[in-house]
Each structure stands twice: as structure tokens, then as C-alpha cells.
């Protein structure tokens, strides 16, 4: 059974940061791309950074660029988001993805709220 689950969301006052989590299971998570997305309320989801199955390369959208960073660790089986200098237009779910080729798996999500 294939699972993402992602952790550490909550309040954060801005210029703050988290960490998040996404625990993977279920599928071989070395082969994998993964990136975070985020939705915000009444906004589309949209992707936030990326990184490839060995982790050797990232990318980021200009709105995170420089404040955000994303890692993983295949033998934990674990891929992560440290948000830094955090904003309140930063606050959604961020939802955790894992693609390879067509097949594509997401989590349920962790709420994000940036705000004093």
C-alpha cells in the first residue's frame, strides 16, 4: 500500500521557519522525483521545489528561491522542506509527491499558517 505522509506543518509567526516531513512507503522510493506542492485557499496547487531520485538536483520556484530548501534521505525513505524566512503569503497545505514517469502518488497534506 502506497503512502506519503507528510508532518510538521502549523503556526508559525512570519520570518519563522519549519521543517516538513514526508514519510514514504509502499513503493521503491529511490526511483523516485519528489517535490513539494502547495495549495493555498481559493488558489491552485502549485509546485514549490523538486528533486530528482538521487537527490543531486533541485529546483524551486521563484517565490521560495533562497528560503526554502528541499532534501531526502532514500535510506529512510524520508524527503523534507525546511522553509526559512517564512511569509504570510506562504500559508497553504503543502502536499508531498512522489513521480516516476506517469505514475504519480500524493499525500493528504500539512497545513502551513504564517501568520503574528
Known amino acids: 500500500q502506497v503512502q506519503l505522509v507528510e508532518s510538521g506543518g502549523g503556526l508559525v509567526q512570519p520570518g519563522g521557519s519549519l521543517r516538513l516531513s514526508c514519510a514514504a512507503s509502499?513503493?521503491?522510493?529511490?526511483?523516485?522525483?519528489m517535490s513539494w506542492y502547495r495549495q493555498a485557499p481559493g488558489k491552485e496547487r502549485e509546485l514549490v521545489a523538486g528533486?530528482?531520485?538521487?537527490?543531486?538536483?533541485?529546483d524551486y520556484a521563484d517565490s521560495v528561491k533562497g528560503r526554502f530548501t528541499i532534501s531526502r534521505d532514500n535510506a529512510k525513505n524520508m524527503v523534507y522542506l525546511q522553509m526559512n524566512s517564512l511569509k504570510p503569503e506562504d500559508t497553504a497545505v503543502y502536499y508531498c509527491?512522489?513521480?516516476?514517469?506517469?505514475?504519480?502518488?500524493w499525500g493528504k497534506g500539512t497545513l502551513v499558517t504564517v501568520s503574528s
Open positions: 528533486i530528482t531520485s538521487a537527490g543531486d538536483i533541485t
Open positions: 509502499g513503493f521503491t522510493f529511490s526511483m523516485y522525483a
Open positions: 509527491q512522489a513521480r516516476l514517469r506517469i505514475i504519480i502518488y
